[in-house]
């Protein structure tokens, strides 16, 4: 199976900063990747596709980059509705395999 | 528009099976290139995904659980059922079901609300 980590596991963070959260694969997915966001009690929403494909209806203060084996999501300007906890998804290969998370909290 | 919804017991027994069952609107799942996927979430953990059907009927299962999962559709009631037999605690977490739209897609799009199922005498 494809190992999916996530650096870093927390980060704080006020509003209006960039925050960048870090996504490594355990072998090259080429540009298979998801990103998510999850809000407590909530299921996960997609925010980008194919490491840099931005979904319909996601604010343009979000966007990926990577390929191969490392990928990152970046918020430009962190919003309120932001503070969440981001998981990437691996693409390529069954099984599916998310990483652990990163949680966005207020500084 | 989209939407999944799951249904099952919020209970369980160990050693029992559970039955979860995702209904769905807004697309149809005999589509070419639909899929939907079980996911499920221990509290406070990561998601793990488990399952999967097809438009055509072709089945995936996490090779892990593979003899204890079974998923199946109901293409006229919009419904995908999940069984997972022999319950242990550790199964304890949210159940989610999720879309995957497209042939060469195995993002997910559509998620349910999620269901908690707990496994305890």
């Known amino acids: 199976d494809i190992q999916m980590t996530q650096s870093p596991s927390s980060v704080s963070a006020s509003v209006g900063d960039r925050v960048t959260i870090t996504c490594r694969a355990s072998?090259?997915?080429?540009?298979?990747l998801a990103w998510y966001q999850q809000k407590p009690g909530k299921a996960p929403n997609l925010l980008i596709y194919?490491?840099?494909s931005l979904q319909s209806g996601v604010p343009s203060r979000f966007s990926g980059s990577g390929s191969g084996t490392e990928f990152t999501l970046t918020i430009s300007s962190l919003q309120p509705e932001d503070f969440a906890t981001y998981y990437c998804q691996q693409a390529k290969d069954l099984p599916f395999t998310f990483g652990p998370g990163t949680k966005v909290d207020i500084k | 528009q989209v939407t999944l919804k799951e249904s099952g017991p919020a209970l369980v027994k160990p050693t029992q099976t559970l039955t979860l069952t995702c209904t769905f609107s807004g697309f149809s799942l005999s589509a070419s290139g639909m899929r939907v996927s079980w996911i499920r979430q221990p509290p406070g953990k990561a998601l793990e995904w488990l399952a999967r059907?097809?438009?055509?009927?072709?089945?995936f299962y996490r090779r892990s659980l593979k003899t204890r999962l079974t998923i199946s559709k109901d293409t006229s009631k919009n419904q995908v059922v999940l069984t997972m037999t022999n319950m242990d605690p550790v199964d304890t977490a949210t159940y989610y079901c999720?879309?995957?739209?497209?042939?060469?897609?195995?993002?997910?799009?559509?998620w349910g609300q999620g269901t908690l199922v707990t496994v305890s005498s």
């Open positions: 194919d490491a840099s």
């Open positions: 999720a879309r995957t739209s497209g042939r060469d897609v195995n993002f997910f799009d559509s």
């Open positions: 059907i097809d438009w055509d009927d072709d089945k």
């Open positions: 072998q090259d997915i080429n540009r298979w």
